[in-house]
């Protein structure tokens, strides 16, 4: 598996940061061949994690640090977002739809995850934090790729 | 983001601009609630027209509304949902909740 590019990104709990790792994600993700549509649904999932990571990993506290990297190789986008929050204690019920006990709140986030990745992998740990791994592939045309081999 | 918060009869119009995430969910939340008690709207319209993002923090806002309102016997309407964002509105089930209507006239027809 060649890698063509990586990055990593790391912001504080804070509300507005979930706007630049939903950007910093659709800039990183522009190079290759994913549609309009793949983009958007990129962005919803990264928005979901980081939301998450905010709200739940911190408990709306600013002063967390989450971490956002990514990785593109050859057919394949992964990204991961983590924090050093809570953790979570039953990972098979948070991922249930409409789990939420906040009324305020659907209880989707998870469900966005997985249907517009093809993967999604969590590895969480109570009073450790949460890791949110995001996959999804991408058709990989016979140019693509040229600009990282130069 | 931003929104405008308008009162048509005993309708609620809010038109939320832009990207509609947890960091606009608070204020909206806020605003929103503010003006049903100090306009005394019975009904809202949530003019969707403009919104390039949502995510399940700006879909909450809306289903949090549609509880309180329509626990008090007031209905809500959406219009003009882009098509890039209606996906995420059907999975999270609000299409099946909530009218849509693709002009505003309509979705406030429906209300009034
Ligand atoms: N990073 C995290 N740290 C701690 N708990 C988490 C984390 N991510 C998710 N959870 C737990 O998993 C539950 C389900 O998350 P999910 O995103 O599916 O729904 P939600 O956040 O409750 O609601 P919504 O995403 O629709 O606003 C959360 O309510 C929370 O208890
Ligand atoms: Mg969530």
Redesign the pocket.
Same mark, same amino acid.
């Given at each position: 598996m060649k890698i063509r590019n990586r990055m990593k990104l790391e912001f504080m709990s804070c509300s507005e940061n979930v706007g630049l790792a939903r950007v910093a994600v659709a800039a990183f993700a522009s190079g290759v061949d994913f549609n309009l549509s793949d983009l958007e649904e990129i962005k919803v999932a990264v928005s979901?994690a980081v939301?998450?990571?905010i709200?739940? =990993?911190y408990e709306g506290a600013a002063t967390g640090v989450v971490t956002l990297s990514a990785l593109l190789s050859d057919g394949s986008l992964e990204i991961e977002v983590e *924090?050093a =929050?809570?953790?979570?204690a039953d990972l098979e019920q948070?991922m249930l739809p409409g789990?939420?006990s *906040?009324p305020e709140?659907? =209880?989707? =986030?998870?469900?966005f995850m997985k249907s517009f990745m093809d993967d999604v992998d969590v590895w969480t740990e109570v009073g450790r934090g949460?890791r949110v791994k995001l996959i999804k592939s991408f058709p990989v045309s016979e140019n693509s790729g040229k600009t990282a081999e130069n | 983001m931003g929104y405008e918060i308008n009162k048509e009869g005993d309708a609620l119009i809010v038109k939320v601009y832009g990207e509609f995430d947890l960091h606009a969910a608070d204020y909206a939340r806020r605003d929103i609630d503010k003006y049903i008690r100090s306009q005394g709207a019975k009904h809202i319209v949530f003019d969707l027209g403009d919104l390039t993002f949502i995510d399940?923090?700006g879909l909450?806002v809306i289903l949090g509304r549609y509880r309180h309102i329509s626990e008090k016997g007031g209905r809500v309407a959406i219009s003009g949902v882009p098509p890039t964002i209606l996906k995420v509105m059907e999975i999270s089930g609000l299409t099946r909740l909530i009218p849509f209507y693709t002009d505003f006239a309509s979705a406030l027809q429906s209300v009034s």
């Open positions: 979901e939301s998450n990571a709200i739940h =990993g *924090d =929050g809570q953790g979570i948070a789990n939420g *906040d709140r659907l =209880g989707l =986030g998870f469900v949460t | 399940s923090s909450g």
